[in-house]
């Protein structure tokens, strides 16, 4: 594998958590499955070797044990991942909160709706589909958005009125 192009992936990865906060199951295990054709194990396990210092140590050396985890690709992509979260990270306070959540929102739908029509994740022939789906919850999202909530103003509690949450 190519050790330039696993790093930039890192860095975007890195960019990804650092802004929003997501972590190797959501970011970095679909993507090594369907970018670089990782098995799931392979993924899961690499993914975890990624964050060995703060969090997966134990369980990356089951992983690894079994076969799971490949070594130069995690050296490859941490480097890019620290430099990557700490660009997102910095971003963050110059974006808005709605933003955040609506990346984070249309990252999810997409990431879920590609696993959905490839469960298999052998091509990268999902793509298409689950991207078409990503823009249309996108675009609900955002029309949904545009239009101001119904709320009703609530009188402040009285001796014969009381709220429960």
Do not use: C
């Amino acid at each position: 594998m190519n050790w330039l192009l696993l790093v930039l992936f890192g860095v975007a990865i890195g960019v990804l958590s650092g802004m929003l906060g997501i972590g190797g199951g959501v970011a970095l295990v679909p993507r090594l499955i369907l970018l670089f054709g990782f098995s799931q194990a392979e993924a899961q396990g690499t993914s975890l070797a990624v964050m060995i210092p703060p969090v997966g140590i134990f369980a990356a050396m089951v992983y690894y044990d079994h076969g799971f985890v490949r070594l130069p690709v995690v050296g490859f992509i941490s480097a890019g991942f620290m430099v990557g979260a700490f660009l997102g990270a910095k971003l963050v306070p110059h974006l808005p909160l709605e933003l955040l959540r609506m990346v984070l929102g249309i990252l999810l739908v997409y990431l879920g709706m590609t696993f959905i029509f490839n469960p298999r994740g052998t091509v990268p022939g999902a793509a298409l589909p689950a991207g078409l789906a990503m823009l249309f919850v996108a675009a609900v999202a955002w029309f949904r958005r545009r239009q101001p909530p119904d709320r009703k103003t609530l009188q402040p509690p009285t001796d014969d009125q009381e709220y429960y949450i």
